[in-house]
């Protein structure tokens, strides 16, 4: 297991996440769905453009400030949600949260976190983002809405792209089972992880405290909540109604083409999250980075656009900006810091994908988020 301050970049904590983590929960943060192609090709795909720097410009201070989504990013980065961070590490979606607030990046509660709405809103001076999944009972959905507002939460998201559960056969194998329940089977795994074993059942109970009104969601698989609460017909009136009941900054959150982006905008959304779930819904559609560029064209500036899936470095975040997205999301890569190491490594990890942007910004001759445009990416392989 290396110690934290050998880790530097996005690899160094899946590989201690890997040896800290029973093998089944590694493989459900590293999992996708299907063949896992398309989760490898939000990656890859970062590789098919070319950053090309300008120099002789005044970098002198490098300023990745910007608002998106009515936060204030101190640089354009957003952590995704994601579910029950607490089987991972006992200090859960708590330790990001101030680990994010600490850095200046945004973070985003998910409606399956073990850490409830008023817990983040009252440890997080923000930016904070409440991710919603509609649930088919609205006045559950209203009930969220008014906690967050009550909570000083800053915008909010809804995902859209898991009206059924991806195909992901590492867990079936596996035999997972979210929260992890003790059988024969999983011991066998547990045992051969006992840092994991204590955090994790000095960790306390699991609950859903975002899924019911009074904060006592009760869980006894993913699977089950899934089945029992989700609305399996998500339509555009349904979503313009969580808009106009929410009043704030809106984002739709798992859209990959630019009509939906417009008919998002339509339905009072001021924010697009280009997704595809990290591939652990739909596998064979495109690479996020592919597909950022035709979208930004299409919407103009009637929305902002963010762009989710295989960021691990500074420099994946300065190609999706010169591509024209207003900001990045981030999932599995916060996961495994905060697996291997806690809050604190989270905050290192951030403080380094942070370095890194701002590196980057400052080797292809731009100080500000501003500078950076379609003069700096050209195809990889093409003509200078
Ligand atoms: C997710 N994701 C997710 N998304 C969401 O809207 N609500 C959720 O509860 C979750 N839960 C979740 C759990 C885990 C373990 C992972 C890895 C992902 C998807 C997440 O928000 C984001 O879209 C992807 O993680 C982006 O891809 P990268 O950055 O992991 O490549």
Redesign the pocket.
Known sequence: MPRLAQCYGTADYEDAARRRLPRPLFD??CGAADDEKT?AA??ASFDRYDLVPRYMADVTRVSAATRVLGCDLEWPLIL????MSRMFHPDGEQGVAIAASDAGCGY?L???ATASIEEIGAISAGPKIY?L?LLADDALNFASIDRCKAAGFDALCL?VD?IVAGNRERDLRSGLTVPPRLTPTSLASFATRPGWCLGYLGGGKFSLPNVTADGGGDLSTLAAFFASKMESHISWERIAKIAAYWGGPFAI??LQCADDALRAADAGASAVII?N????QLDGGAAMIDIVADIVDAVGDRVEVIL????RRGSHIVKAIAMGAHAC?????Y?YALSAFGTAGVERWLGGIKQETLRTMALIGCATLAEVSREHVRLAGAAP
Not at 277 to 280: A, C, P, S
């Open positions: 459900y943060i989760a939000n990656v995704a949600p994601t579910g985003a998910s409606t399956m991710q999944y995902t898991t959150k798992g997704s779930h990290g591939g652990r989710d899936g295989g960021v999301m981030t999932g599995r890569p996961l």
